[in-house]
């Protein structure tokens, strides 16, 4: 992933949130295994790898509240907890996972609560 800078891998970041509904959940049931495990991965490494740490924060939030598949988010959010561990240290320094969750939670609230739905 050295090839790739910062622009392309917002972008990138930013083509997979907004698309994480065409990605398929077969193979979940075989440890996480699916297309949209790996794109929620591929997106991370990105944001880690080829994001500049004063930037994570935003395009990960902009991920979380923009995606359109409620999973995806829950799954992002969920996977950038440091205590379920992986080698991206740079995302875990620039984050706030409490605010994350926080915003996550309004997000869901307002989709199930607020609008009266079941799913």
Known sequence: MTD?????ASSLIRVIYSKAEIF??????NLWNSEQDNAKYLLIALLND????????GLLLEAVLGTPSL???VSLVLSCHQERGGPWHALF?????????HKLAERL?????????NS
């Open 4 to 8: 790739i800078s910062e622009e392309v």
């Open 24 to 29: 398929s959940k077969q193979g979940r049931e």
């Open 50 to 57: 080829r994001v500049s740490p004063k930037d994570i924060r």
């Open 71 to 73: 999973l995806f988010a």
């Open 93 to 101: 320094e620039a984050i706030d996972i409490g605010e994350l969750r």
């Open 109 to 117: 609230q307002e989709h199930f609560i607020d609008a009266g739905r």
